[in-house]
């Protein structure tokens, strides 16, 4: 990808169409090289984030060749997150199914599904540090101990993040009456709480 000097100052003024059309293809290129095949599909949001972050950034890039180096780990840090995101809610679903009735409705069983989703895509909208308490206490099953020395905070540190990540996911969920919703969240808590 050639970032060339009137671009680049489009760029910092804020036009990102013509340089959204002339980075695009080589970024596009990239991600694909970068995602297994299986997650191709995102290829193209992996490019349109990594370009508006790049946008939401614009001022601090100091030459051409800095906004292509920050374009480029945008690729690859949002490519790595697709897949490891998708591995962290495989495991957690795969986990879940070992609880569900044998003898559940097919019904049933998707209104789980629904409610799961609901939760990982609210749990996907926290910031990173409450998407990490999540991953590490409920996915991983770390105890307050271990996750305090995982991510660097005190004990108590810890409890205080977990406690907000709670707090949260009940404003996200608030005013939608589905039970599961209801149910998940008393799951969640309980096995946070531990």
């Known amino acids: 990808m050639d970032i060339d000097s009137a671009s680049y100052n489009r760029f910092k003024k804020g036009d990102v169409d013509a340089f959204f059309r002339k980075a695009y293809p080589s970024l596009l290129s990239i991600a694909v090289k970068l995602l ?37 780990s945008c690729v690859h840090n949002e490519a790595a997150s697709v ?33 799961m989703d609901m939760l990982y895509d609210a749990i996907d909208e926290l910031p990173e540090e409450y998407r990490q308490v999540f991953e590490l206490s409920y996915v991983q099953g770390l105890s307050n101990a271990e996750m305090a020395a995982a991510i660097g905070l005190s004990l108590s540190g810890t409890k205080k993040r977990k406690a907000r990540f709670l707090e949260m996911m009940r404003d996200k969920l608030s005013g939608n009456d589905s039970l599961y919703v209801c149910l998940m969240l008393m799951e969640l808590s309980r096995k946070m709480m531990c």
């Open 36 to 72: 297994p095949e299986e997650y191709l599909y995102m290829a193209e949001d992996v490019v349109q984030n990594s370009i508006f972050s790049a946008y939401r950034n614009r001022e601090g890039f100091e030459s051409p060749a800095n906004l292509k180096a920050y374009l480029y």
């Open 83 to 115: 897949v490891r995101k998708d591995v962290s809610r495989s495991r957690y679903l795969a986990s879940q199914q070992r609880h569900l009735p044998v003898d559940m409705s097919m019904e049933g069983k998707m209104m789980i599904q629904e409610t």
